[in-house]
């Protein structure tokens, strides 16, 4: 699956459905956005996102 934040998209997965349903919510596929993706996503600890886009994502934090 993946994720769009601003213009950029991120390849992510979950550990199990647990996991699975908070990181949806985490990660915005109710309409979220940036600033709560990232903030959600370090919260939860959900970093099923590759590390490429793990670090990407975390370095946007300052422009939103």
Known sequence: MEIRVGSFWYDYWWDNKSHQYRCGN???????GPEMVIRE?????????RA???????EKIDEY
């Open 41 to 49: 996503a370090i919260k939860y600890n959900c970093y099923g996102l």
């Open 52 to 58: 490429k886009s793990k670090k990407a994502l975390l």
């Open 26 to 32: 985490a990660f915005g596929i109710n309409g979220a």
